[in-house]
């Protein structure tokens, strides 16, 4: 899976990508220049309501995202704690996990079609100018394409060591998984040339 | 230009792959994850600017939330995390590391690839780090910078992998390694 999808449909599935998108840079700014303890607290507050309209499964969904950060926030607490900042350090943390939270919702409820229409759209002023971004929209798609074919090969080969050696093998696939990117790289852009380069292939 | 966009592409998507690799633990306690080895890679292997557009183009990805980094992080919201810096510095760390390698050839590439890797990947990468961990924590830079010393001896032993990587997939296929070519 490339990318975190919500494991049940929910109201916020309905919501266009875009708008979601802006609220997350809206109110993770707003959330930047909010000092107050308590300001924090209630965007937390608010955050969880927002998981929890959506039901009890999405809202476990939403905290098992939110479980990488329990070694950052825990630094954050027994430091701010230490030099006698520890309310800051609440603050701190308040806020970190609604920004995180926030933007993992807009990415929850959002489909890999809409993620990528996002990033055209994003694009669109850009192109108004003149520039050309075709070639950015097609490394968006190969990204996109071959990071799912990278990780299974990567897989495939900590298998093919495991099978072969009771050491962990670790960085030693690394070196195979970069030989595999490249020679797919080359593949790859000898099939873009053949069919005439990136500016003549279509939108679809 | 073909060329390059797929060989930025690929090797964008190959940082993201390699956030998949299990991390390898130091003996002081401190994981450590192949991602980063990524960024060093990139910039010995591409050079300084198609190194740079291949992170560029990750971390944009990643703030959309469509790809995620190691441990599922993905989404604007990691602008907001203490290693934010990091981030942003990634793409500089790059084209640092790349500058060095197509500039310097006066030596072996795996020799110009560890030092490069260390300048970029370490040395400028750390700045952004710090100044982003000193922001975002409201602490001073030193008080920052303790924080980060632990995972400098993880990120050395990468930069040793970075540039032994790159011998050897300049040895495998030299026209590949487009720092070089």
């Known amino acids: ?204 | 230009m073909d060329r390059d966009v797929v060989f930025i592409a690929l090797f964008a998507a190959l940082i993201i792959a390699l956030g998949f690799i299990p991390p390898i633990m130091l003996p002081v306690g401190v994981p450590i994850t192949a991602q980063t080895l990524g960024v060093m890679l990139c910039g010995t292997v591409l050079g300084a600017k198609r190194g740079a557009l291949a992170v560029l183009l990750v971390l944009a990805l990643v703030l959309v939330g469509l790809v995620p980094l190691s441990g599922g992080r993905t989404g604007i919201g990691l602008l907001a995390s203490p290693t934010a810096g990091f981030l942003i510095g990634w793409p500089v760390a790059a084209f640092v590391t790349g500058l060095i390698v197509e500039q310097v050839r006066a030596i072996s590439i795996v020799a110009i690839a560890i030092i490069a890797s260390i300048v970029g990947g370490i040395i400028v990468l750390y700045v952004f780090g710090i100044a982003g961990l000193s922001k975002n924590l409201d602490k001073p830079v030193l008080e920052a910078a303790t924080l980060v010393l632990v995972y400098i001896p993880g990120d050395i032993v990468k930069a040793i992998i970075a540039g032994f990587l790159t011998g050897a997939l300049f040895k495998a296929r030299p026209h590949s390694v487009l720092s070089r070519s």
Not at chain 1, 50 to 69: C, D, E, I, N, Q
Not at chain 1, 132 to 144: G, H, K, M, S
Request: hydrophobic letters at 55%.
């Open chain 1, 1 to 204: 899976m490339l990318y975190f999808d919500s494991p049940v449909v929910t109201h916020w599935h309905k919501v266009p990508v875009m708008w979601k998108f802006l609220t997350v840079c809206i109110c993770s700014v707003t959330l930047f220049l909010l000092d107050a303890v308590q300001l924090q607290l209630v965007a937390f507050l608010t955050c969880c309501l927002l998981y929890l309209s959506a039901g009890p499964t999405f809202f476990y969904a939403g905290v098992k995202r939110l479980l990488f950060l329990w070694p950052i926030i825990l630094i954050i607490l027994i430091w701010h704690g230490l030099t006698g900042t520890a309310l800051q350090g609440l603050g701190m943390t308040l806020r970190l996990v609604s920004i995180i939270a926030l933007s993992n919702l807009m990415t929850m409820t959002s489909r890999l079609t809409d993620l990528l229409e996002l990033v055209r759209r994003v694009f669109k002023p850009i192109r108004k100018l003149g520039i050309n971004t075709r070639p950015i929209e097609i490394a968006v798609a190969l990204v996109v394409r071959y990071t799912p074919v990278l990780i299974v090969k990567g897989g495939m080969l900590l298998e093919a060591w495991r099978a072969r050696s009771v050491k962990r093998s670790h960085w030693r696939v690394a070196f195979p998984l970069c030989l595999v990117a490249i020679d797919d790289a080359e593949r790859v852009a000898e099939a873009l040339k053949a069919r005439g380069g990136s500016h003549k292939l279509s939108d679809n």
